[in-house]
C-alpha cells in the first residue's frame, strides 16, 4: 500500500493521546470516523496497531514496529511543510499581550526579512486560541514558570520560553525605598497600591506577588489596564505598584523583592506552521531584543548581570554587546 502523511499523523495522534477518543479530539474528528479510518488502514498492514480497552490502547507487537516509524514520518513530513511553508509565508502575523515597541517589531522583521510583519495587541485570553486557529502566526504570552497555560493541553499549540522575569516593586522618585536593596514584607506593609484590573494579564503574577509579600489582600486606590498607565499612577499619585521590570517607565524608581515571582514570557506558535530555523532565528532576535532593553534600565540590567542563573535563556547575552 501507498503510506500517506495523513495515515501517520493519524497514528501518531492516537498513540500519543492513549486513546481514541482524545486523539479523535485533538484531530476535531468524530470518534467513530477516527476508528473507521483506523480499522481500514490496520487492513492494509496486515493487523492491528493497537489494543483498545476501556482505558485506553497500547500497542501490539505489530505496532510496537510499525508505530514509532509511523510517528517519526509524521515528524518530518510537518517538518518538511512548514519549512516550505516558511519559506513561502508572505505575512507573519504577531500578537502581544502588551502595548509593542517599534524597536520589538524589527527584531521580529529582522529574523524573516522577506516576509511583512504586521502586530497587534490582543487579550491574553484571545491569544492561545488565535494563533491556533491561524489568526496569527504567533504571540508571545505571560505564564507563572511553575503552571503550564491550561490551553495548551487542548489545542496544537507549541511553546518556547524567550525570557523570565522578575517580579518588582515600583516606587515613585525620590520614595524612601527608591535605593534600597531587596525589600520584603516589613518595608512595604503601610504603601498605598495601583494593582490591576482583573482581565490584564499581569494580574495572576500580581496576586501571588502579593500572596507573599503583603499580609492579607491590599486595597487599590484605583486599577489599570497596563504597565504604562500603572507607571503613571506611581509617578502622580505617589502610590506603589508591582511590575515586572521592562514594564516600568523611566519616571520611577524600580525596587528588587526578597523572593521575588517571576513571570515567562513565551513564543507561542501552531506545531508545524514555522520551521525550525525559522524559531531559532525568532528567539534569538527577541532574546537579544530583551537585552538591548534591559540595558536601558540600570538597575535591572546590573541585577540580570549580578544573576545570571535567573536568566539562563539570555545568559549569554549579559556578557555580550
Given at each position: 500500500?501507498?503510506?500517506?502523511?495523513?495515515?501517520?499523523?493519524?497514528?501518531?495522534?492516537?498513540?500519543?493521546?492513549?486513546?481514541?477518543?482524545?486523539?479523535?479530539?485533538?484531530?476535531?474528528?468524530?470518534?467513530?470516523?477516527?476508528?473507521?479510518?483506523?480499522?481500514?488502514?490496520?487492513?492494509?498492514?496486515?493487523g492491528e496497531l493497537f489494543v483498545r480497552s476501556?482505558?485506553?490502547?497500547?500497542?501490539?507487537?505489530?505496532g510496537e514496529r510499525l508505530i514509532p516509524m509511523l510517528v517519526d514520518l509524521a515528524r518530518r513530513g510537518d517538518a518538511l511543510i512548514a519549512e516550505v511553508?516558511?519559506?513561502?509565508?508572505?505575512?507573519?502575523?504577531?500578537?502581544?499581550?502588551?502595548?509593542?515597541?517599534?524597536?520589538?517589531?524589527?527584531?521580529?522583521?529582522?529574523?524573516?526579512?522577506?516576509?511583512?510583519?504586521?502586530?497587534?495587541t490582543v487579550d491574553p485570553a484571545d491569544a492561545m486560541s488565535a494563533v491556533a486557529e491561524g489568526l496569527l502566526t504567533l504571540a508571545l504570552v505571560p505564564s507563572s514558570p511553575d503552571r503550564e497555560p491550561a490551553d495548551l493541553t487542548k489545542m496544537p499549540?507549541?511553546?518556547?520560553?524567550?525570557?523570565?522575569?522578575?517580579?518588582?516593586?515600583?516606587v515613585p522618585p525620590g520614595h524612601?525605598?527608591?535605593?534600597?536593596?531587596?525589600?520584603?514584607?516589613?518595608?512595604?506593609?503601610?504603601?498605598?497600591w495601583v494593582r490591576y484590573a482583573r482581565g490584564h494579564w499581569f494580574h495572576d503574577h500580581e496576586e501571588a506577588a502579593f500572596a507573599d509579600l503583603v499580609e492579607g489582600r491590599p486595597a487599590a486606590v484605583h486599577r489599570v489596564r497596563g504597565?504604562?498607565?500603572?507607571?503613571?499612577?506611581?509617578?502622580?499619585?505617589?502610590?506603589?505598584?508591582l511590575t515586572v521590570p521592562t514594564g516600568a517607565t523611566k519616571d520611577v524608581s524600580l525596587v528588587p523583592v526578597a523572593g521575588a515571582h517571576?513571570?515567562?514570557?513565551?513564543?507561542?506558535?501552531?506545531?508545524?506552521?514555522?520551521?525550525?530555523?525559522t524559531l531559532v532565528t525568532l528567539l534569538e532576535n527577541l532574546r537579544r531584543y530583551y537585552c538591548d532593553y534591559a540595558r536601558t534600565i540600570p538597575r535591572f540590567w546590573s541585577w540580570m548581570v549580578a544573576h545570571p542563573e535567573d536568566f539562563r535563556e539570555v545568559q549569554r547575552f549579559l556578557t555580550t554587546g
Open positions: 500500500m501507498r503510506v500517506e502523511l495523513r495515515h501517520a499523523r493519524l497514528v501518531a495522534a492516537i498513540a500519543s493521546a492513549g486513546s481514541i477518543s482524545s486523539a479523535a479530539t485533538q484531530l476535531n474528528l468524530p470518534q467513530p470516523a477516527l476508528s473507521s479510518q483506523l480499522r481500514r488502514l490496520e487492513r492494509e498492514f496486515g476501556h482505558s485506553g490502547v497500547v500497542p501490539t507487537p505489530l511553508a516558511a519559506q513561502n509565508t508572505e505575512t507573519l502575523r504577531v500578537g502581544n499581550v502588551e502595548w509593542t515597541p517599534p524597536t520589538l517589531r524589527d527584531a521580529i522583521a529582522a529574523s524573516l526579512p522577506a516576509v511583512e510583519v504586521q502586530t497587534e499549540l507549541s511553546t518556547a520560553v524567550v525570557v523570565r522575569e522578575p517580579v518588582w516593586l515600583a524612601p525605598l527608591a535605593e534600597q536593596g531587596p525589600v520584603g514584607p516589613a518595608e512595604v506593609g503601610s504603601l498605598d504597565h504604562h498607565e500603572a507607571m503613571s499612577w506611581v509617578r502622580d499619585a505617589k502610590v506603589a505598584a517571576h513571570c515567562e514570557m513565551l513564543l507561542v506558535w501552531r506545531t508545524g506552521s514555522l520551521s525550525r530555523a
